[in-house]
């Protein structure tokens, strides 16, 4: 089971970090992915890291403002997002898969779990 938090409202040019947290498997034997949804739009991949070497990889549009990491001894990932922008607004999803790793990280197919999303808005 994975538990994402730690959206919530944000004005343009601020900062939120959001937190995924595993229970029930071993967070150490799984890649994490962060997705958003926002309204009318398809489930995107934003961010990965790997479980093998630690490895990130951002989607273009969030690449040098967004930061994952991970902490396997508190079995949570954290997605740190400086400089927003309000089309940053949307639901944001953590997701876990074990046989891929960051390979084609955007896939949605290849997750075995899924948060349940938490809500990011950017708006002054």
């Known amino acids: 089971q994975l538990q994402a938090s730690g959206g919530g409202l944000v004005q343009p040019g601020g900062s939120l970090r959001l937190s995924c947290a595993a229970s029930?498997?071993?967070?150490?034997?799984?890649?994490i992915g962060w997705f958003r949804q926002a309204p009318g739009k398809e489930r995107e991949g934003v961010s990965c890291?790997?479980?093998?070497?630690?490895?990130?990889y951002y989607a273009d549009s969030v690449k040098g403002r967004f930061t994952i990491s991970r902490d396997n001894a508190k079995s949570t990932v954290y997605l740190q997002m400086d400089s927003l922008k309000p089309e940053d607004t949307a639901v944001y999803y953590c997701?876990?898969?074990?046989?891929?790793?960051?390979?084609?990280?955007?896939?949605?197919?290849?997750?075995?779990?899924w948060g349940q999303g938490t809500l990011v808005t950017v708006s002054s």
């Open positions: 997701a876990a898969n074990r046989y891929y790793d960051c390979t084609g990280y955007k896939s949605l197919w290849r997750y075995d779990y």
């Open positions: 029930g498997f071993t967070l150490d034997d799984y890649a």
């Open positions: 890291i790997s479980s093998s070497d630690g490895s990130t």
